[in-house]
């Protein structure tokens, strides 16, 4: 090896060695208020389901346009939904976007802008010769 790769692998093991180690980041957070209680895989029985998921199926029915008149005719539906529907049903729902960021008021804002103006097209005809 020359010198010169013997000096750069000098400098790349000094700084090797120099460098601080790492912190691994810790990220507290809360810890879920209300845990969602978890089932197992298959459909999911009736007489195992909360009250709140109860109201939730009862919900997403209703937003699908099914009448549900009673707790009977909701558990007959609950029994003929397979699996998947039956979790998306009682899923909980997603938390409410962000409110919007507030930017600061444009100046003139009542008054629309014009337009960007346009480069005129480039003209086809040829200059005479000189």
């Known amino acids: 090896m020359t010198t010169r790769r013997w000096f750069l692998l000098g400098i ?3 700084l090797a060695a120099c460098a601080p180690e790492a912190q691994p980041v810790t990220v507290i957070t809360e810890p879920d208020p ?4 978890v089932y197992t895989p ?10 709140e998921h ?11 346009g099914e009448a ?3 707790d009977e005719t909701l558990q007959a539906r ?6 998947a529907q039956q979790r998306f049903m009682i899923r909980r729902p997603p938390p409410p976007p962000p409110p919007p960021r507030r930017t600061a008021p444009a100046r003139g804002r009542g008054a629309p802008q014009p337009p960007p ?3 005129p097209p480039p003209s086809t005809t040829r200059a005479p010769r000189r």
């Open 78 to 83: 609950w029994m003929v939904m397979s699996p």
């Open 12 to 14: 790349v093991a000094t």
């Open 34 to 37: 209300d845990p969602e209680s």
């Open 54 to 64: 109860k109201r939730r199926a009862r919900q997403a029915l209703t937003r699908l």
């Open 68 to 70: 549900v008149p009673d």
């Open 117 to 119: 103006r346009r480069a």
């Open 42 to 51: 298959g459909p999911i029985p009736w007489g195992n389901l909360t009250e």
